[in-house]
């Protein structure tokens, strides 16, 4: 029988769903007398586990493509009959993988796949799956709104979330169990993860999403995993057999870290200040990321007062909140097994106070090699994808080109140029079009920037694009709207009067878009503001989610105004700077504010310290400035600064920095020990080149200006390095780039430098990776002590690197 061991409890959990939400539910039982036993069977499970606002933000037959294919593959796929029920269930079945946008998608990939894996063995099958995700769809950063997989596959770029969560549908759209694996920070460097795991022949194992390898189990990313203080997955079903973190709605989060690190389990106590245990406190586990503190892991504590986690070996910061309460600590977990968090006790305030966060190290638990042949025809079916993808991408044009206002083609373009570049690649013309029919009326009302961004322009904050203009207009009476146009706070004051929170239903970053938070009659708080700012510019009213903090805010006089008291920027902070150093916001500092859940840092990417000053008018509380020094090996000298600004008050704050010594800077790691070229063709690798005393290998990008740079202040230090020479190998691409006029004029000054040639391909990313450097930047510069082992590296340029290079070779 089809879902045989958990028909009970898909049945029993959509029967809780049509209580909960007897309206919409009422028009689904209908939908599903309609479909077949087992088909009906499925759309029950999606419904009964999921988040709320996937219900009104899409329609049942969005659903049916996954349903109608997962019993086909039930039924039909050779894998699928190797698969614990459970497993089918969250991790082939399930629609949705993390956040993403959803559009049906699942039938369509099974087309294109079917005849490539045709006779093939699960672990091939899975191979195969990824050389065609990579022949479909590249990295490019974007903004952290996830794409639908429909909408990556059919541009044919992502970010690593929006890669992961294509090749997850990908992979279940032909039976094979696949969910998304998440660092949410990283310790050692300011970014984040996500690749993807499989379940092959009874267990779990990894791939880099639409970054195809020979074998199972191998990425660019498995030595940085081993570094993680987290990694974890989502699950919409839980089927019991994970290590559970915590939940965030209804998902539950699942710790996948001991399949990559060495890690451990602590304890966190949480005290008042009589030393009584307290039940119930919620708990953030924070590493220090992009300057903030970001969390990893959120827990809650038991009737002892504690709570557990199995993580890295390294810092975590502790961050503690109960009925307005809070307290905070540090636990260097290679250390110590246990820390205490006392509620009510106060940090230090007006005074700034240093701090050391260590990122674990090296310890990787997966060293899958490969031989030279298997690399090798890798190598030669990426560059077979990426040919393909390249003649896909470029002949890729976004629908609204020639579906939205194709009589007007210019003023198509000004209205297009408010919304993001993603924006303009996913949007739907028949949405665009009718928020513009709707606009047009108040086109002549305010200026065109005004018209253009806070009332046109669908995108309010990073929900879903969708119509919602019409629906608002038909919901509330004329009396209503008219009352709102006067006073828009009446806005916000029905929002909260007629909303409810479903918070334990709900996937807590996926929006409730403003159509559907009306006909359902609940939303969080994110998707509240935005069905605020929606309403008010369906009614003409230009307003807006304030890009530094959230606020909502309408334009009043001839400004924007905050639609809550609570919210008016009526405090002043002035932050300083020395001038000649470069404080870089969200990379060498934060400033954040005191929430009931937490700190919430202001969100300023493109503000900058001018003259050595910055002005901010911020609300009246708690606030706490980090800066942060990161050092080469992931480590970080900190400092924070607490303070409290009153209504009507004033402070300035003047940044300070953490010093490094050069020992602090170096830290050792194996390097790819591959093969390069001389001037006669002689091949030599890494590990013979490196092999006796100090040497600093330089990958340069001829002619390229950051190169340009490097080699400049290596003739403005030609004494020091002529001494040195024989310890430098210049790495090019071939003897053409000889000819550059200022590869030239440094080889004049030091002749004995060893020129040797490279593709600058695979084993030149993974160098830099295993660096923990940018791979994509150049040129790459690594000082080795050893055979094929790097103790220093960095990537691109900065000024002084000919100095730093120096005090690395002779220290």
């Not at 939205?404 to 028949?430: C, G, I, N, T, W």
Request: net charge negative; hydrophobic share 35%.
């Amino acid at each position: 029988m089809f879902l045989e061991r958990y028909r009970d409890r898909i049945i029993e959990e959509f029967d809780k769903f049509c209580r909960s939400l007897p309206g919409p539910s009422s028009k689904i039982q209908k939908e599903l007398c309609t479909l077949d036993e087992d088909t009906a069977l499925v759309m029950k499970f999606f419904y009964g586990n999921m988040p709320c606002s996937d219900v009104g933000n899409y329609s049942f037959a969005t659903y049916l493509d996954y349903a109608q294919q997962g019993v086909y593959l039930w039924k039909n796929s050779p894998y699928c009959e190797k698969i614990p029920e459970e497993v089918f269930l969250g991790d082939v079945l399930y629609y949705r993988v993390n956040e993403e946008e959803i559009k049906p998608c699942r039938k369509f990939f099974y087309e294109k796949l079917k005849d490539r894996i045709a006779g093939m063995g699960m672990k091939d099958a899975i191979l195969e799956v990824n050389y065609w995700c990579a022949g479909e769809v590249t990295y490019q950063s974007t903004d952290v709104r996830t794409s639908s997989a429909w909408d990556v596959f059919r541009k044919g770029y992502g970010r690593c979330g929006e890669e992961s969560v294509f090749a997850v549908n990908a992979l279940r759209s032909v039976g094979i169990p696949a969910r998304q694996v998440y660092v949410p920070n990283w310790s050692h460097c300011d970014d984040n993860h996500a690749w993807v795991e499989v379940w092959c022949d009874g267990d779990w194992h990894y791939l880099g999403a639409c970054e195809p390898e020979a074998v199972l189990d191998k990425g660019w990313f498995t030595n940085a995993s081993s570094r993680a203080m987290m990694v974890h997955s989502r699950s919409f079903f839980d089927g019991g057999a994970e290590k559970v973190v915590g939940k965030e709605g209804i998902a539950t989060i699942q710790n996948q870290l001991a399949r990559y690190a060495d890690t451990k389990t602590i304890t966190i106590r949480v005290e008042d200040l009589d030393g009584c245990p307290v039940e119930g406190a919620k708990i953030l586990a924070e590493v220090l990321n992009y300057s903030e503190f970001s969390p990893i892991a959120r827990m809650v504590t038991g009737a002892d007062g504690t709570a557990k986690l199995e993580t890295g070996l390294g810092s975590l910061h502790i961050f503690v909140s109960s009925h307005g309460e809070y307290a905070e600590c540090l636990i260097h977990t290679s250390e110590e097994d246990a820390c205490c968090c006392v509620l009510g006790e106060k940090a230090a305030e007006d005074v700034w106070v240093d701090f050391d966060m260590t990122a674990p190290v090296d310890s990787v638990k997966n060293q899958n090699l490969v031989s030279r042949e298997m690399e090798a025809e890798n190598s030669r079916r990426v560059a077979e994808a990426a040919e393909i993808r390249k003649r896909k991408t470029e002949a890729f044009r976004p629908d609204w080109l020639g579906g939205f206002l194709a009589h007007e083609p210019e003023k198509a373009a000004e209205y297009m140029a408010v919304l993001s570049e993603k924006d303009r690649q996913d949007a739907d013309p028949e949405i665009l079009l009718e928020h513009y029919e709707e606009s047009l009326v108040y086109e002549n009302s305010y200026p065109g920037d005004i018209f253009l961004s806070y009332i046109w322009n669908p995108r309010i904050e990073f929900e879903i694009l969708s119509k919602w203009r019409r629906r608002i207009l038909e919901y509330f009476t004329p009396q209503q709207r008219e009352l709102f146009r006067e006073d828009p706070s009446e806005i916000w004051k029905w929002i909260e009067e007629n909303l409810r929170s479903c918070t334990e239903r709900e996937r807590l970053t996926v929006y409730t878009v403003p159509a559907a938070a009306l006909e359902l009659g609940f939303a969080e708080m994110k998707s509240r503001r935005v069905l605020f700012v929606a309403i008010a510019r369906t009614l003409g009213i230009p307003s807006r989610l304030n890009a530094v903090d959230g606020s909502m805010e309408y334009w009043k006089d001839g400004g924007f105004v905050s639609v809550l008291k609570s919210s008016e920027k009526s405090a002043h902070i002035t932050i300083t700077g020395e001038k000649d150093f470069s404080w870089n916001y969200f990379q060498n500092w934060s400033i954040a504010r005191l929430e009931e859940d937490g700190y919430h840092s202001l969100v300023m990417w493109n503000v900058h310290l001018e003259k050595g000053r910055l002005e901010l008018d911020v609300e009246p509380g708690e606030y706490r400035v980090l800066t942060s020094n990161r050092l080469p090996t992931g480590n970080i000298f900190a400092k924070r600064y607490d303070f409290h600004m009153e209504k009507g008050g004033h402070r300035e704050i003047a940044l300070e920095m953490r010093e490094a010594s050069l020992g602090d800077m170096l830290d050792s790691h194996r390097i790819p020990d591959y093969e390069l070229k001389d001037g006669d063709g002689k091949l030599h690798s890494i590990g013979e080149l490196t092999k006796e005393g100090r040497r600093i290998l330089f990958w340069l990008d001829v002619s390229k200006e950051p190169t340009e740079h490097i080699l400049n202040e290596l003739v403005e230090k030609k004494e020091e390095y002529g001494k040195c020479q024989n310890q430098l190998l210049f790495i090019i691409r071939g003897p053409e780039e000889l000819a550059d006029s200022t590869l030239s004029k440094c080889r004049t000054f030091l002749p004995d430098v060893k020129v040797l040639y490279d593709v600058f391909g695979k084993d030149l990313e993974m160098t830099a990776r295993r660096m923990y450097v940018d791979p994509d930047k150049l040129p790459l510069l690594v000082v080795t002590d050893g055979s094929a082992v790097g103790i220093f590296a960095a990537s691109g340029y900065s000024v002084g690197m000919a100095d730093m290079l120096l005090r690395v070779l002779k220290s």
